[in-house]
């Protein structure tokens, strides 16, 4: 048990981070939201089985965990919608006004990943959780 | 026939994997080590997938004006990433039902849960 909980206490940040690294490398090459959001992902649900229920449900409560899972879609959605707003089409990133378009398509995809990650993250640990809660006598 | 069977090492590669995956999947009875054979089976069918699209010298597949040259075929690497995905929500899955089962039942050995049927 004490083996369990300090390899997870220790690995949890690093995946965390490489989580990170995989979603903002999404625009340029190998990674993306999915991947990204599914590493952080695990991460919880390694919190979980290391730690208990309990302690993962008071880093991610049930409000949070909807209040993400519709965070993401709403960034998504957004810029889909701005790139509409400034004139062009349904996601057509490179037309929004961040500088040249080559920069702008950087960001609009940029913020497209981290709305999927987010989505992702957080209706994985929502999939677990449920999954694995004691149903209410 | 040497270079036959030695310059297919990817398929070799998959198959030895595919193998460990499944026989752990049969013959072990701790559902956890079942778990991690199945992920060790679809991690696999992943490598499969990834090293048929190799393509020698190929980049990947963004096209530029005045660019010439062989590009890595995209469509297996889109497939093995919604691959992916599926995979890590199978296993979180199994995993919150593999909890249940141990608060439930107080063991995860197949054998030992299976004899508490009677």
């Known amino acids: 048990m004490i083996i369990i909980r300090t390899i ?60 993400l899972i519709s965070l993401g879609v709403v960034i ?20 929004l006004p961040f500088g040249t378009p080559k920069h702008a398509s950087e960001l609009g995809i940029l913020g497209i990943e981290i709305g999927i990650g987010i989505t992702v993250f957080a209706v994985m640990t929502s999939i677990f959780f449920n999954t694995a809660a004691r149903p209410k006598k | 026939m040497i270079e036959f069977v030695l310059g297919k090492y990817n398929y070799w590669i998959y198959i030895i994997l595919m193998m460990i995956g499944f026989y752990a999947m049969i013959a072990k009875k701790n559902l956890i080590k079942k778990l991690i054979g199945m992920n060790i089976f679809q991690t696999a069918v992943f490598l499969f997938y990834i090293s048929l699209a190799d393509v020698e010298g190929g980049t990947a597949p963004i096209v530029w004006e005045g660019w010439s040259g062989a590009y890595v075929n995209p469509l297996p690497h889109v497939l093995i990433l919604t691959a ?18 141990y608060e439930e039942y107080g063991t995860i050995e197949e054998d030992k849960l299976l004899g508490m049927r009677e």
């Open chain 2, 84 to 101: 992916i995905v599926v995979c890590v929500s199978t296993t979180a899955v199994a995993l919150a039902i593999v909890i249940r089962i």
């Open chain 1, 8 to 67: 997870a206490r220790l690995m949890i940040p690093f995946i965390q981070l490489f989580a990170l690294y995989v979603i903002v490398h999404g625009g340029s090459g190998p990674g993306g939201g999915f991947q990204g959001g599914v590493i952080l992902g695990a991460s919880m649900i390694l919190l979980v089985i290391a730690f208990g229920m309990e302690e993962g449900r008071k880093r991610i409560s049930e409000k949070l965990n909807v209040f």
């Open chain 1, 76 to 95: 998504y959605a957004g810029i889909g919608i701005l790139c509409i707003l400034v004139g062009g089409n349904y996601l057509e990133y490179n037309i």
